[in-house]
């Protein structure tokens, strides 16, 4: 086999791999972009929900904040707490991730009495493109194919790398 016919063959499969990468690559990029703005999204979702009056006791501590969570039992179980330094933001409270999805997955709560505020407005918009970026929502989500998936073009990646490199090395050192 000559040069030509090995660089016309790692053509063809450059292209394939390129443009089978593309779609899925397209996808976890865009996903990822609007997850790295959920932040401010949420924010902008919910700037009336996540807003508390100031007072002058201090808020409760977050033990405090969170007995009185776990005794709501509809609410399950705590997973996280999300505070600012600002004494008129609501605390964003996380829970631990249920089989049947019985209780939401965060809810916004009054740092100074524990009085639950709401459930935040796009968490299941968030939830879903979560399940998009990282496994294609396909069933079984890190257990499934969609992990296998997207692996696998990010090993795509690397053959296109490598074989890039190679179709646009020059054959003389001068010629470059």
Not at 57 to 74: G, N, S
Not at 150 to 168: D, F, H, Q
């Amino acid at each position: 086999m000559t040069t030509s016919h090995i660089k016309t063959a790692l053509l063809q499969i450059h292209s394939i791999v390129g443009l089978a990468a593309a779609l899925i690559l397209s996808v976890m990029g865009v996903t990822g972009a609007i997850m790295s703005f959920e932040d401010e999204i949420q924010a902008g979702l919910n700037g009336a929900l996540a807003h508390v009056v100031a007072r002058d006791a201090a808020p409760l501590a977050p033990a405090e904040l969170i007995a009185r969570l776990q005794a709501d039992p509809a609410l399950g179980k705590v997973a996280a707490l999300s505070l600012s330094r600002d004494p008129t933001s609501a605390v964003r409270v996380r829970f631990a991730r249920s089989e049947d999805g019985g209780h939401p997955a965060s809810v916004l709560v009054d740092p100074y009495d524990g009085r639950v505020l709401g459930t935040p407005l796009g968490e299941s918009f968030f939830a879903t493109i979560r399940r998009l970026h990282r496994w294609l929502l396909l069933p079984g989500d890190g257990k499934g194919a969609g992990r296998q998936i997207t692996g696998a073009t990010v090993l795509g990646l690397i053959v296109l790398l490598i074989s890039g490199l190679v179709l646009r090395w020059p054959r003389r050192a001068s010629s470059a």
